[in-house]
């Protein structure tokens, strides 16, 4: 047996076998001349690769049903692939330009499959524009086959699996969540990146910072993964096994004692009164949230809706999220919450959660998450951002919808904001759309620009809720994915938690709500420092509730003062911390 130590990601633990998932091949397209000699023999290669192609969309085609509203969606991106893989004028402009050209078959097809998408995309059309994105991946899908690259398929993930991994992206860790999951070890990855985030609301047990372990790990080997350890136990023997399964024994036992809380306030020893709130990503997640007593919704994410969408291969686009599509996601949402307060927030994209969506096109950017992201990506996009207004405003006569902001830094975005959300009640009206109109618009605090100014904020936003996780990164200047510098990252360190405290102060003397939504407001530590801070509402993992409970029963008040105040003042603590 070997144990591989890391960095304690998300509690629990898992006992499965192995699976290690390569990392992915980036296509490389030669570019170079060829003889006359050689056009045959390249242009053969390419009718073989788009007849594989085909015959393999052939085959997803008959596996879809044709009454399934997803799998309808599916349906028509497979057929308009197949037909643009046997456009007679595509293929003979391809043949043409190799032909005479005499450049390699991947690089004529590579050039002429970019040509016709910039045709498209300059037409000025949003069909023609996503007819675009659906050449580009299905004739990459053809130069995969050409260059012998195999795209990993997540979903081909056995259940009982452990994952061993350099990194998962938020997507690959959203389709794994559908499947009974043992537990991630991962090389790449901080406490509070999004795929630990997402591994700690679906239970899964996670380390990370494991040097290299994808290459000392074979798939099949029994792995135990102890999250609250930090440990990876490779090959373990049958006493080990044994004094493991007595732990998850243990925690499940725990976890039905807890179940005791259930139905019961969150409520301290001397009686002061919180409110818990669950963080989601998908409306399916509503109903653990409602099953685990959560007072309502702190947190929608909704580019986890975009990042769920699978497609055929890396290759592949989302298809464009429609607005139909996001007010039924939100419709479903609010009314599993039965008129609990359901937050939902707007298109947080960008930066380390990258969306492949034809409505939104990719950016190179030397340090994204500095760049174009959340609020400013759908400043940029204000196409993008109405459909979701237009989803969210036509939902909210469904429930009790709040509408928060992203990423905001300035009252100017705020107000930018504002005017787009009057353009879209003012189209909703003339169109005798119903909607509330007095639908809360608050935001979230996580740039020290936005804590530093909540005073100002305050006077353009309904409500706070603060965003630990980004507020601590862009407060410490510390990439929170990177665990070259995971050591660095602390919720805790002094300045961090006097923004968060200028913040409550602020909007406490405004008479505005503010709660807390990252991840400091679901662990046991730091739920005892927002509490003593006076912060009453904490939004966190709907499977930590129960346990938030537990942990608030046992203190009063002035004891959740007496800790908060001492990490506040106690400068040196700070340094040696």
């Keep these: ?56 969309l052939g085959d997803h085609l008959e596996t879809l049903s044709k009454t399934d509203e997803q799998d309808k969606i599916q349906r028509e991106v497979f057929e308009t692939y197949i037909l643009m893989l046997g456009d007679p004028v595509f293929l003979k402009e391809v043949k043409q330009f190799y032909e005479k050209e005499q450049f390699n078959i991947e690089y004529a097809v590579q050039f002429k499959a970019e040509e016709y998408a910039a045709r498209l995309r300059n037409a000025g059309n949003d069909y023609l524009a996503e007819r675009a994105k659906d050449i580009t991946d299905v004739f990459g899908m053809v130069l995969d086959e050409m260059l012998d690259i195999h795209p990993f398929d997540i979903s081909s993930v056995p259940d009982g699996s452990v994952i061993v991994a350099k990194s998962l992206s938020s997507a690959d860790t959203i389709i794994l969540s559908k499947r009974k999951i043992c537990g991630l070890a991962l090389t790449e990855g901080g406490v509070s990146s999004h795929v630990v985030i997402l591994a700690r609301n679906y239970g899964i047990p996670t380390v990370v910072g494991l040097e290299d372990i994808s290459k000392k790990i074979t798939t099949g080997e029994t792995l135990i993964v102890d999250g609250g350890g930090a440990e990876i136990l ?50 399916e997640e509503a109903e653990i949230a409602k099953a685990e007593g959560a007072d309502g919704i702190g947190l929608f994410r909704t580019e986890f809706l975009y990042m769920s969408t699978q497609g055929v291969s890396m290759n592949a686009a989302a298809r464009t999220f429609s607005e139909e599509t996001q007010f039924k ?180 003397a405004a008479g505005k709500p503010v709660s807390v939504c990252g991840e400091m407001a679901g662990r046991r530590d730091s739920i005892m420092v927002l509490g003593g801070m006076g912060i009453r509402n904490l939004s966190m993992s709907p499977k930590m509730i129960s346990q938030t409970k537990e942990l608030l029963s046992r203190f009063t008040i002035q004891e959740l003062e007496s800790i908060s105040a001492k990490h506040l003042s106690n400068v040196w603590d700070q340094l040696n911390t």
């Excluded at 036992?253 to 019961?264: G, T, V």
């Design 1 to 56: 047996m070997e144990v591989f130590l890391g960095i304690s990601a998300a509690d629990g633990v898992g006992i499965g076998t192995a699976f290690v998932i390569p990392e992915p091949v980036k296509r490389a397209i030669p570019h170079h001349r060829i003889k006359i000699d050689q056009l045959n023999k390249g242009w053969t290669r390419f009718e073989q690769a788009v007849q594989a192609v085909t015959l393999d």
């Design 234 to 283: 490779q090959s373990p023997d049958k006493s080990t096994i044994a004094d493991y399964k007595a732990k998850i024994r243990a925690e499940q036992q725990h976890k039905l004692s807890l179940r005791a809380f259930l139905d019961k306030p969150a409520v301290t020893k001397d009686g002061t009164l919180f409110k818990l709130m669950a963080n989601i990503g998908t409306p």
């Design 329 to 508: 996601a939100y419709k479903q949402v609010l009314e599993t919450m039965e008129g609990k307060p359901v937050t939902i927030r707007t298109l947080d994209a960008g930066g380390d959660k990258i969306i492949n969506a034809v409505d939104i096109p990719l950016t190179e950017e030397k340090n994204p998450l500095m760049g174009l992201r959340a609020v400013r990506l759908s400043l940029a996009y204000p196409q993008v951002f109405k459909t979701q207004l237009r989803a969210l405003f036509r939902s909210s006569v469904y429930g009790n919808l709040r509408i928060m902001l992203p990423l905001i830094s300035s009252q100017t975005q705020v107000k930018q904001c504002l005017d787009i959300i009057e353009e879209v009640k003012a189209q909703l009206r003339e169109e005798g759309i119903p909607f509330k109109e007095d639908v809360p618009v608050g935001i979230m605090v996580e740039t020290a620009s936005a804590a530093i100014t909540s005073d100002c904020l305050a006077q353009v936003s309904d409500f706070f809720s603060l965003g630990t996780n980004d507020l601590t990164q862009y407060t410490l200047g510390i990439d929170r994915e990177n665990q070259h510098v995971a050591d660095l990252y602390n919720e805790f360190n002094l300045a961090v938690l006097r923004l968060i405290n200028l913040t409550y102060s602020n909007a406490t």
